[in-house]
């Protein structure tokens, strides 16, 4: 998964540019249809940065100073970076299926933040039964198992869904790759790419701006690929990717994350 902090600004940038590019394409051919689903977002680039590195020393302090003394604060720290680097992505791009797995981030985040801190405010205030540290990471491991399957499961009726809509093959051409840096786990750098398509439907020429970004399989510039595109609405496409092969590897793995923590709660190992 790309850089977080990379991804926010230059997808705010990247969309400011393509939104340029097709209101000057309009401008000199009216056929030109673009993509009106698309609006120029009006945010500030840097802000998104900050708030993770401050997550980021948020939770180092947080588990130093309360992974014995206090193990649920400390669950909690840990809980308000993953909600906060989530946060962050979506924020700065459309929510989709082929970022779906982003989203995790955020679910998880808050329930690592909710779950624990219900846990402290009743025992500070003596209402009901008190969770214990098991508890609270029983439920935690819980979700993260429930996510990792709805992350699984949600993007296969995605696809038979627009599999129904988008009847249409339509033969489109890559006429850009819009790229990004990301970074790998030893901190080296390198670009992403994400195709940008032209077609034409009862004699009205569409664009659409792919989401995913990817350094692999992607199409060279030039090249025709087939698409399937939604008749009663042109500018809606689907077209095949690996994505679906690896938000079933992504879930899975979240999945059994939450399968080992409960495993390790409920026989202490």
Not at 173 to 185: E, M, Q
């Amino acid at each position: 998964m790309e850089n977080p902090i990379d991804q926010v600004t230059e997808a705010i940038r990247d969309e400011k540019e393509r939104i340029e590019e097709i209101k000057r394409r309009q401008a000199e051919d009216p056929t030109y249809g673009g993509n009106n689903h698309y609006q120029e977002p009006q945010r500030l680039d840097g802000v998104p940065g900050v708030l993770v590195l401050i997550s980021f020393v948020v939770m180092f302090l947080g588990l130093a100073i309360f992974a014995k003394s206090e193990p649920l604060i400390a669950v909690i720290c840990v809980g308000q970076l993953f909600f906060t680097i989530g946060a962050a992505v979506l924020y700065s791009q459309k929510l989709s299926w082929d970022n779906l797995p982003i989203t995790v981030f955020p679910l998880a985040g808050l329930g690592m933040i909710v779950i624990p801190a219900k846990a402290l405010y009743n025992k500070k205030h003596d209402l009901g039964p008190v969770m214990s540290t098991k508890t609270v990471g029983l439920l935690v491991g819980l979700l993260f198992f429930l996510i990792g399957l709805c992350v699984i499961v949600f993007p296969l009726i995605h696809r038979n869904v627009m599999l129904k809509k988008c009847t249409l093959k339509i033969d489109a051409t890559c006429t850009g790759l819009a790229s990004r840096h990301s970074r790998n786990k030893n901190g080296r750098a390198y670009r992403v790419f994400a195709p940008n398509w032209e077609y034409k439907v009862n004699g009205l020429t569409y664009e659409h701006q792919e989401s995913t970004y990817t350094n692999v399989g992607y199409p060279e510039i030039g090249s025709v690929h087939e698409i399937l595109v939604n008749p009663d609405d042109p500018v809606e496409i689907y077209r095949k990717t690996g994505t679906q092969a690896f938000l079933v590897v992504f879930g899975l793995i979240f999945a059994a994350m939450g399968g080992f923590l409960v495993f390790i709660m409920m026989f202490g190992i």
